[in-house]
């Protein structure tokens, strides 16, 4: 048995389908033996067992225990029968996991390419699976820093074989922004563990006091806390790239923040493409942009349905929180936010209006000072959403 490899906890993962992390304690037992150039192959192989539904993997488990020359170079010839067996009963959808496998045996140099049989029938996908190694080399080198890759625009087919093979590594994640193009974000998930409030709450007391070189460290040691990051963390740190004049890293960060699958209220990329514009200050060329009202994100869920509920009733905001016993923050706080998509539509009479109702009212409450604040230096990053166009028909 290897050192460092737990059969047991192993074979659980395998029988509840737990993939990920069967995956990584393969992993971590190769690395432990010094045994990672067979990772893909180890992994392959586990494939190949997952595919023929087998009570116990004991294939993959003996290749853990037989990485020698002797063993692999048999274990060629028996894939080769293998992919043989699929090609006679036309078995199309398992050759290419088998052919998986070989290649990776080529790869390793236990077996020639021209021994794989009718090679011609594969020669497209052998020529593809080559060219998304290479890809993914250059990506995993690239992941030795902290930074997140942002993929070049690719079909629908070479967009799912990248997928596959992010997919064998356990730490890899990605996943993709809502543009018109097929654009992935590709990282690698902290392998320790980071406190997040900590060093969020060191980022800011740096950026305040302009240490941005030290805020922007912070910020990207907790980047990689999360499978998707939030679009405020990405937007910071491009922001930070941006004062630091690397426009280039700011350029990806701000458009990722901009498409975020999950938060995409604000048009990031503007603040790069439109020096003219008063998002930036003239003597210093930096950007009058704030990013604190993020961090009142669930919040503005609850009020997004309150103006559902408001466009319904037909009422104005005022009548419709009087009569439904709605604080007077949160009335406010939907006067913002209503605000804040009349500029995205372009419609800032109205949202000048309701931005000045709610600034005579607040009665110098320090959160609705700086919502408004917020809006105001931020108006015209704001995004059109499909889904808010009803803010446009509610009667003030």
């Given at each position: 048995?290897?050192?460092?490899?737990?059969?047991g906890?192993?074979?659980e993962?395998?029988k509840n389908?737990?993939?990920?992390e069967?995956?990584a304690?393969l992993?971590?037992?190769l690395?432990q033996?010094?045994?990672?150039q067979?990772k893909?192959l180890t992994?392959?192989?586990?494939?190949?067992?997952i595919?023929?539904?087998?009570?116990?993997?004991?294939?993959?488990l003996?290749?853990?225990?037989?990485?020698n020359?002797?063993?692999?170079k048999?274990?060629?010839?028996?894939?080769?029968i293998k992919?043989?067996?699929c090609?006679?009963?036309?078995n199309?959808t398992?050759?290419p996991?088998?052919l998986?496998v070989l290649?990776e045996?080529v790869?390793?140099?236990?077996?020639?390419?021209?021994?794989i049989?009718?090679l011609n029938?594969?020669?497209?996908y052998?020529l593809?699976?080559?060219?998304?190694?290479?890809y993914i080399?250059?990506?995993?080198?690239?992941?030795q820093?902290p930074?997140l890759?942002l993929?070049?625009?690719?079909?629908?087919?070479?967009?799912?074989?990248?997928?596959k093979?992010?997919?064998?590594?356990?730490?890899?994640?990605?996943?993709?922004?809502?543009?018109?193009d097929?654009?992935?974000v590709?990282?690698?998930?902290n392998?320790e563990k980071?406190?997040?409030?900590?060093?969020?709450e060191?980022?800011?007391?740096?950026?305040?006091?302009e240490?941005?070189?030290?805020?922007l460290?912070?910020?990207?040691k907790?980047?990689?806390?999360k499978?998707?990051p939030?679009?405020?963390?990405l937007?910071n740190i491009?922001l930070?790239?941006?004062?630091?004049?690397?426009k280039?890293?700011a350029?990806?960060?701000?458009?990722?923040?901009t498409?975020?699958?999950?938060e995409h209220?604000?048009?990031f990329?503007?603040?790069?493409?439109?020096k003219?514009?008063?998002?930036?200050?003239?003597?210093?060329?930096t950007?009058?942009?704030?990013l604190?009202?993020?961090?009142?994100?669930?919040?503005v869920?609850?009020?997004?349905?309150?103006?559902?509920?408001?466009k319904?009733?037909?009422?104005?905001?005022?009548e419709?929180?009087?009569?439904?016993?709605i604080s007077?923050e949160?009335?406010?706080?939907?006067k913002?936010?209503?605000?804040r998509?009349?500029?995205?539509?372009d419609?800032?009479?109205?949202a000048d209006?309701?931005l000045?109702?709610?600034e005579q009212?607040?009665?110098n409450n320090?959160?609705i000072?700086?919502l408004?604040?917020?809006?105001?230096?931020n108006?015209?990053?704001?995004k059109?959403?499909?889904?808010y166009?009803?803010?446009?028909?509610?009667?003030l």
């Amino acid at each position: 048995m290897i050192e460092g490899f737990s059969y047991g906890v192993f074979k659980e993962y395998y029988k509840n389908n737990r993939s990920t992390e069967a995956i990584a304690l393969l992993e971590k037992g190769l690395n432990q033996n010094n045994l990672l150039q067979y990772k893909r192959l180890t992994i392959r192989m586990y494939r190949v067992d997952i595919y023929q539904n087998k009570a116990k993997p004991f294939r993959t488990l003996r290749l853990l225990e037989n990485f020698n020359e002797e063993y692999l170079k048999a274990l060629a010839n028996k894939y080769l029968i293998k992919l043989s067996n699929c090609l006679v009963y036309k078995n199309y959808t398992y050759a290419p996991i088998i052919l998986d496998v070989l290649l990776e045996l080529v790869n390793l140099g236990y077996l020639e390419l021209n021994q794989i049989p009718c090679l011609n029938n594969f020669k497209d996908y052998i020529l593809n699976q080559q060219q998304e190694m290479e890809y993914i080399k250059t990506i995993n080198n690239d992941l030795q820093h902290p930074n997140l890759i942002l993929s070049e625009t690719m079909s629908e087919e070479r967009l799912n074989t990248l997928i596959k093979l992010i997919q064998e590594e356990p730490f890899l994640k990605y996943f993709k922004i809502i543009d018109k193009d097929q654009h992935l974000v590709i990282h690698k998930l902290n392998t320790e563990k980071i406190d997040y409030n900590f060093y969020k709450e060191k980022a800011k007391l740096a950026k305040e006091n302009e240490q941005y070189e030290e805020a922007l460290n912070y910020y990207l040691k907790i980047l990689n806390s999360k499978v998707i990051p939030y679009s405020y963390i990405l937007a910071n740190i491009g922001l930070l790239y941006l004062k630091l004049h690397n426009k280039e890293e700011a350029i990806k960060y701000l458009t990722i923040a901009t498409y975020h699958p999950l938060e995409h209220n604000f048009d990031f990329k503007r603040i790069i493409d439109d020096k003219t514009s008063n998002y930036f200050d003239e003597k210093q060329d930096t950007p009058l942009f704030t990013l604190n009202e993020f961090e009142a994100q669930e919040l503005v869920t609850k009020y997004i349905n309150l103006i559902n509920e408001l466009k319904i009733s037909q009422d104005n905001i005022d009548e419709y929180c009087l009569k439904n016993n709605i604080s007077n923050e949160d009335r406010l706080s939907i006067k913002i936010l209503v605000s804040r998509f009349y500029y995205a539509n372009d419609f800032p009479q109205y949202a000048d209006k309701l931005l000045k109702e709610a600034e005579q009212d607040s009665n110098n409450n320090f959160y609705i000072s700086d919502l408004i604040k917020e809006t105001r230096v931020n108006k015209k990053l704001y995004k059109y959403k499909e889904e808010y166009q009803q803010a446009l028909r509610l009667n003030l």
